[in-house]
């Protein structure tokens, strides 16, 4: 956050924001002006105006008629004017702001859908950019803001600034003073501040971890089990708290008299005492202003301060949000360097794969994870990947999808460059079960299908036959609301939540529909008990009869059954064969068979 | 039944109070100083000061006089903004550090004393949720709110008092005003609740949709699938829904927002403008400097009325936020993590589930009268699909619940006549969604429990789950920090090493009874092997019971109970299962048949 901005860059982000709001929603933006000048030139009439209008009628004795006059029209202006406000915040506002979010935020998703993996492994990428992503709102209403206070400022400037003119240009020395000292003094203060900050949130985020640890429910059962980790959790928070106690004093000090000065000295002093005893001195000593003008002049003063005030967070504030829309920006301009050279769609049948020479590490890694691994896949066959932890079996996979690229060595699929496809279009034909998949809280229908529901497309056969397949029929026919019920209970409270098995099942269902010529299956049943699991292999086999099929599994029994097991290591194929043949060959793939196996061959005899 | 909300409302504000008091009676009374100042120095500035001021010059008093005025005005001015300063850099800062932590304290270890069943309450846990965030930022604005609000009732009395000595009948200009600016204010804060409340939901999904593209679980799906579409319909959707809501209460609250400015500005500060107009044009009995005055004191009194009846709305809002930590702390457990009782004896004799029925919340049961019992020193495996109750067991047995019926005995006496903390000492464990705490390798195998020679037995539980060698290599070995919550160079292991690390942690527990669920589903078949190997030849002498799907692994066991939709269905030593030829035999030939040639076995078996 240190990198100094140009001004030319902080007007040029926040024209850009502002750009995009004025474009989602101009009725909003035109409103918000309104409402703002409405605003001030309200308060400039009654507060200055009308009160120095009666003053000067009491001491001149103008006709009360006038007066009453002046007053019922700045009562009808208030009321008209109150009552645009009250259409601005709670309609104008309240309606307009999302839209605006929703603009932005589909633009960054837009993007963020095609950006590279890679993105998300690099903690500092992710902090950078994926977290601004999150601020999006916070962002829009500061740049609103802003141009609130630009608003503001001009006008008061145009209307008080001009009174002064008129009426007294000394006075306005006044305010210009206290304005350059007073800022003057912010900037210390911020600067002490800003350091204050920085020492104690480190120290805050620690705080906060130990605030997730005691309310979220996955430590729950540890703190229960284990009282004494409780007692020494407890003792880091206070030792936590009470070194902030001990930043916290030791800028106090400071904090006090900065903000004196910055208050007092600079700005009060000058603005409110000294500029009074000018006023009294003008009206007693010089005889130029009648008591009326003192007070109208002291009172109307204040306002012209705070502007100038204000006037001067401007650039500071402005500065603020361009560090956060420039990583807005910064983000929509990444370009994926996963793309596509055409848009060839893939076929969706089973295809020749073809792996020549493939090297891969994640970047800043040392090591390579695959380490030129060759490999060829004919059209329907059934292929197992097998190892340790940590052998770059999943990772091969991601290369597989394009979700990385190999950083030597091609993938050919057909014999042509996987890199010459549509990412989007190459990656329809392939149908896959992360290890990690993930369920979204939506209906289950839309989790199978992972897209809109469109109308007039019935999918609802097929996806009874893809839950079927994977062995929740008869969970989900059941279900008060059939296809349509939630998953989660997160929004709805019919909704339901599913156990991990389920889950899993759930996440296999959708490899069953979307019915493309390659399925991939990471670890598809490490939550299941043995039957379903039992039952689940059965239901691969003879739903992918014409496909060919990816396996990763630590339970040999899942994979032994593939027309060709690929152990790997390190990064390499060490062993390649059938079940049959790597068995005779005696390598670590026997090896590790007969560890599982072993024990029910024995217990069999 | 409004009134109520009101008492209770002001009673939960009391509640905070009381608090604070309990943490930092400094910071309940500078807040009330500060507070009164404030207000004094905008009642003195705007209505004393400035009117001595005027009235000197319409006096025609000697300047220097008035000099001297204004400026022992001015140092006493000076002496609030000093204390101000203090109070707000210095003070504050201190004592709010202070009811932090001692608010945080009172909760962590609350939190911890409640029973396990509260986090998967879902209403309690949305309250307990509501209750912990930020509740030290919201117990202080409490004090702060409610300090204004009765300073302002003061400085109001105060101004109050002032127009009132210029002229008795202004007062009404204020009265009237600010009756309708509180009707309208009340009117209008209940409608926007009410559209918050009906906004919410809509306002969750759009958050939830936003969470969904910036965290890395759900980036891969996004890749490979077309959900973008799906998420960006829900996202659109949830705006035009929450566009609507805005729609549905627009009406009312610009109604209610105009009438309640309305009321407040114009008539107030207008009415009082035309009412000293007339007074000095007609009648002539307020002098010129009075009417200047008073248009000052006017803007003074709009100013603390409106943040009066502002002060008053927050305050409604504070109270409903301390309600939820006033129910959280005021909650009685059900299992008290403290509750006292006999100190079990570490030799175990038993174990005994009598009649025992379990369901979560008001869901269909998930344990049904269910019996057994393990003997001291008996290896004991759990089995049965997914949701058969093995896991419930294991909580049950570790009272994290209590049966709705039927009892658990250990050595013969019913747990919930044993000392829990002592009790739950007798358990070592390790489940599969255990978690890794921000500490050294060390801290997380020992947990806080003090031993004598802890390196070697750190070294020896690492060795027996093959994490030695690695954790070595490491350049600070065992005080090796894990995660990067308070070490940039902490560590970050992955899925396989953290169970591990879990493991290890359950073998360095000097515990009677080890119990372990599913504590090798990360691993690979070799590592899986070795673990169990390990963690037999460590529980040699001990009581062990395990949950594990790979039926290969219980083989050994002393006794498996096999369980179905909560209920026992079978129960002996693998021996004794495979000649009933039930489910359970049936469970585990379908697991071996993927091993073995299948169609044999099945006919030698059946043979």
Redesign the interface.
Known sequence: MKNKQSLKHIISNNIFLLKICFISSPSYMIATIINNLRNNIGIFL??TI??AY??E???Y??P?KN??FV?LG??LY??LS??Y???Y???KS??GL??V??KI??M???K???LD?AY??NTEY?NEF??A??QVEKQISHTIELLQMILTCICVIFTNGAYFFVKDKASIIFMFVAFCTSMFANKMYNKINFEFMLNKNQKE??RD???R???L??????????????????DK??DI??E??EI??KY??K???L??MK??LCN??VS??LY??YL??K???INLF???Q???L??SSGRLKRAMRTCSQIIPYAGETSLYINKIRDFLEIEPSIKGKSNIVLEKKPTKIELKNITFSYVGAKNNVINGINMTIQPGEKIALV????AGKSTLI?LL?R?YDATTGVILIDGKDIREYGV?EY?KN?A?V?Q???L???TVR?NII????KEDVDTSDAIYEAIQQSGLHDKFIKLQNGLDTEIT???YKDGINL????SQKLAIA?AFYKNAGLIILDEPS?????????QL?KAILSASHNKTVIFIS?????T?FADRIYMLEYGTIIESGTHEELLTLKGKYA??WS???G???E??G | MHKENDFSTIKDNLYAIKLVWKFSKKKMFCTFVYEIITYLEEVFVSAYFLKYVIELIDKHTDFFIIFRYILISGMALMFISLSRSYIQNVVYPLSENKIYRGIYSTLYKKASNVELECYENADFYNKYTMAIENTADKVVAVINNTAGLVSGIIASIAIFYSIYQIDSIAILFIAFPMIGNFVFGIMLSRNIMKRYEDSIVHQRIIKYINRVFYLSDFAKEIRTSNVYQLLKGKYMNAVGNLIKVVDAYSKKLILFDALKNIFSFPLMFDGVLLYGAYKAMIFHNISLAEMAVFTSVVVAATSIIMNLSNKWLELIKNGMYIKNLKYFFDYTEKIPEDYDGIVPDSKIETIEFRNVSFSYGQGDPTIINLSFIINGKSKVALVGHNGAGKSTIIKLLFRFYDPDQGEILVNEKNIKEYNLKEYRKLFASAFQDYQIFASTIKENILMGEKYENENKRVEEALKLVNAWKDVVALEHGTDTMMTKEFAKDGVVLSGGQCQKIIVARALAKDAAISVFDEPSSALDPIAEYNLFRSIMQKTMNKTVIFISHRLSSVLDADCIIMLENGRIIEQGTHGDLMKKKGVYADMYLKQASNYLAINDLRWQFEK
């Open positions: 009654g507060r009308v009160i009666v003053l009628a009491v001491e004795h103008y009360f007066v009453l007053i700045m009562v208030s009321c109150m009552i406000g009250a259409y915040f709670h309609k309240e309606e999302p839209k979010k929703e935020e589909l960054l998703y837009n963020a859908k095609d993996l998300y492994d992710y994926i977290l992503v999150s985020r620690e971890y130990i605030n640890v005691f309310y429910n996955d430590y729950a059962k540890e703190i229960r089990l284990n009282k004494n980790v409780t007692v020494q959790m407890l928070f206070q708290n009470d902030i106690y916290n004093k106090g000090k904090k006090f008299f903000g004196f208050d007092f009060n002093l409110d005492i009074l005893v009294v001195y009206a007693v000593i009648s008591c009326s003192v007070v109208v002291y009172n190892g340790y932890n940590g991601k999808l979700l989007r990656r392939i896959v992360f990690d998949y993930a979204f809280a939506a839309e992972l897209d809109q529901n209970k997160e929004f156990s991990g098995g389920e959708r490490s939550a299941l008990d043995p039957i379903a699991e039992y292999n630590h339970r040999l029994s899942t032994r090896k590790m560890v599982q196996a024990r029910y061959c217990s069999l």
